[in-house]
C-alpha cells in the first residue's frame, strides 16, 4: 500500500512558476513509476508528465513540453512537479499516482495510487 500526499499549489498570476510535491509513504517508491494527472472543472482527467523508477526517463503531454518539468527523489519518496510559464488553461487540480510498471506509462488505468489531488490556479 502506497499512500501519496500532494502540497504546493495555489494561486499564480499568468507567466508564473509553480512547483507541485508528492510525498510518498512506505519503502517502496523506487519500484513505482510515477505521474501527475490534472483535471479542470467539467473536463477529463488527463496527463500530464510521468518519471521512470530511476528517474532516468521522462514523459510530458505536448501541451507542457518545454514549460513542465518532473522529477524524483528516491531518497525522500518525492516526485516534483514544476511548472513554469503557466497559463489560464493549465488551472486544474493536479494529481500524483504511482504505478506498478515497468516503464513510463500516460495510462491513467495503469496507476495503482492516487493522491487526494492539489489545486492549481492561474489567473490572466
Known amino acids: 500500500q502506497v499512500q501519496l500526499v500532494e502540497s504546493g499549489g495555489g494561486l499564480v498570476q499568468a507567466g508564473g512558476s509553480l512547483s507541485v510535491s508528492c510525498a510518498a509513504s512506505?519503502?517502496?517508491?523506487?519500484?513505482?513509476?510515477m505521474g501527475w494527472f490534472r483535471q479542470a472543472p467539467g473536463k477529463e482527467r488527463e496527463f500530464v508528465a510521468a518519471?521512470?523508477?530511476?528517474?532516468?526517463?521522462?514523459a510530458y503531454v505536448e501541451f507542457v513540453k518545454g514549460r513542465f518539468t518532473i522529477s524524483r527523489d528516491n531518497a525522500k519518496n518525492t516526485v516534483y512537479l514544476q511548472m513554469n510559464s503557466l497559463k489560464p488553461e493549465d488551472t486544474a487540480v493536479y494529481y500524483c499516482?504511482?504505478?506498478?510498471?515497468?516503464?513510463?506509462?500516460?495510462?491513467?488505468?495503469?496507476?495503482?495510487?492516487w493522491g487526494q489531488g492539489t489545486q492549481v490556479t492561474v489567473s490572466s
Open positions: 512506505g519503502r517502496t517508491f523506487s519500484s513505482y513509476v
Open positions: 518519471i521512470s523508477r530511476s528517474g532516468g526517463s521522462t
Open positions: 499516482a504511482a504505478a506498478r510498471y515497468a516503464t513510463i506509462t500516460p495510462v491513467s488505468r495503469n496507476y495503482d495510487y
